[in-house]
């Protein structure tokens, strides 16, 4: 399972995909979580079983859905969850999506 983190550079989200690890750790998953900047995304899109965006590139949605063509689904991150670093839940989010 591939979940990736999108921002602006690649670099905000490195804390949250560290605790997004640990949480998978915790229940027993194997996941590859990443972040990435959206100037790879195209390298990148056709690994993903989801995109996560970080809420300070929200105004960017349009264009990354677009970029990933639908290879996978696309949702943007609660700021709460990103603000406070909740890996548990931002893990759980990407869960759900995928699971849809």
């Known amino acids: ?11 905000s989200t490195s804390v949250l995909v560290k605790r997004m690890r640990q949480a998978a750790e915790t229940i027993e998953l194997e ?6 900047s959206v100037e790879v995304l195209e390298k ?18 349009k264009e990354i859905t677009k970029i ?13 969850d990103y603000g ?7 893990l759980a989010q990407a ?3 995928i699971n849809k």
């Open 1 to 11: 399972m591939n979940i990736y983190l999108v921002c602006n550079v690649g670099m």
């Open 31 to 36: 996941a590859k979580i990443e972040a990435y």
């Open 44 to 61: 990148v899109k056709d690994e993903a079983d989801v995109i996560l965006i970080g809420p300070q590139i929200r105004h960017m949605s």
């Open 68 to 80: 990933v063509d639908g290879s996978c689904p696309v949702e943007t991150i609660s700021m709460r």
């Open 84 to 90: 406070m670093i909740n890996g548990k839940n931002v």
């Open 95 to 97: 869960l759900a999506v």
